[in-house]
């Protein structure tokens, strides 16, 4: 059931093109429009929503970071994404105005039922992003918005994150749409952006024998740090949280705005870096390049994701990883790419079991 892969980890990266274009089939019709009937929630409450809560645990929970940034844009309300596990136990603001959106995989994720049951007791609805079919999340939610990526086997969560984040993109779009935030025509050019996703998604992973062999020669790495900025910030927390579930290597994921408020003090020469870098027509990009020249002129290793064309970061980097042009709040879907693939790969060069990592279950169903 491989599909020739050596592991299902390396089967599911591979299959995240279809599992993003699974993801968008059948949710808009022959002229491009939006069409979520599945979003069973009643549209004028839909309207007076004054606040959007993200709640997930792990990879799911970075979904919700990169939802958080696209929501916001698009629909001008205001998204907070918490931990579940935390926003149970801090007595949160949650009311009837509040849209409260669970991203879980499995469904079964103890801490984000909890997190659910919460919110529907103080009155809040609730959406759920899911994977699995008549799991708990989905029967406990008002609505569910399910992704398509397919049965997910390997413990580290791969293309149910890419799907994750179609399917949050795809919920900010209806309500920006819903809310006259959008035109339906302004709705439908992004979601093109979104359908010419999985093509990039595929093309980045043609280009990937560069990480690969990188990989095998950092297998005895102790450390390694991610950094990134906007929606390349949870990008970099995903990086970091892959390899330290795969290769139990000690990774840090940070907001590169970040670095100089403490994390620079970690470089020293030959440590480590990833740099997940926006795109050049971003007015983030010289600010991220200026970390890069930083961190490079104190001697680490500077890994740079960018774009095809961004000459400016070639000065300053060892490795420049390339992903397709993009639009800004779509580049996680690419950029992400590279990090999983690192990740298996050392795993798999230490020898580690890429798909059953140490001490971690695929659903976590006790809190
Ligand atoms: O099934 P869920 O999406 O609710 O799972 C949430 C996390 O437990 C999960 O994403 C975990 O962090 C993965 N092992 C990450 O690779």
Request: proline letters at 6%; one cysteine or more.
């Amino acid at each position: 059931e491989k599909g020739g892969f050596d592991s299902f980890m390396a089967k599911e990266i591979a299959d995240q093109p279809q599992a993003v274009a699974d993801t968008l089939l059948g949710r808009s019709d022959e002229d491009g429009r939006l069409i979520l009937d599945e979003l069973r929630v009643d549209e004028a409450a839909l309207r007076e929503i004054d606040k959007i809560v993200v709640v997930a645990c792990g990879t799911a929970a970075y979904a919700g970071m990169v939802a958080k940034y696209a929501i916001e844009h698009w629909c001008r309300i205001p998204c907070e994404v918490e931990l579940a596990h935390e926003f149970r136990y801090r007595d949160p603001v949650v009311n009837a105005r509040t849209l409260v959106v669970a991203i879980s995989q499995s469904g079964e994720t103890m801490d984000t039922i909890m997190a659910v049951r919460h919110a529907r007791e103080q009155g809040a609805r609730v959406i759920a992003i899911c994977n699995t079919h008549g799991s708990t999340i989905p029967r406990e939610s008002d609505a569910a918005l399910y992704t398509h990526a397919g049965p997910e086997i390997a413990v580290a969560s791969t293309k149910a994150f890419l799907a994750q984040i179609t399917a949050c993109y795809l919920l900010g779009l209806y309500l920006a749409q819903l809310r006259g935030n959008k035109s339906p025509g302004e709705v439908t050019d992004i979601l093109g952006q979104l359908h010419a996703m999985p093509d990039k998604i595929a093309k980045t992973l043609e280009g990937l024998d560069q990480v690969r062999r990188m990989a095998r020669w950092m297998a005895d790495t102790r450390s390694v740090l991610f950094l990134g900025r906007h929606v390349g910030f949870p990008v970099a927390m995903e990086g970091a949280l892959k390899l330290k579930e795969l290769a139990y290597i000690h990774a840090e994921g940070f907001a590169a705005g970040e670095l100089k408020h403490g994390p620079i003090a970690l470089i020293e020469p030959g440590q480590p870096v990833f740099v997940v870098v926006p795109s050049p027509t971003s007015p983030l990009h010289p600010k991220v390049v200026s970390n890069i020249q930083e961190i490079n002129a104190r001697g680490a290793r500077t890994i740079v994701i960018a774009e095809e064309g961004d000459e400016d970061v070639v000065p300053y980097a060892q490795e420049v990883v390339r992903v397709p042009q993009t639009p800004a709040l779509l580049a996680p879907l690419v950029t992400v790419v590279p990090l999983q693939v690192f990740a298996c790969e050392l795993a798999g060069a230490k020898g580690l079991d890429v798909d059953q990592p140490r001490n971690l279950a695929k659903s976590v169903t006790v809190e």
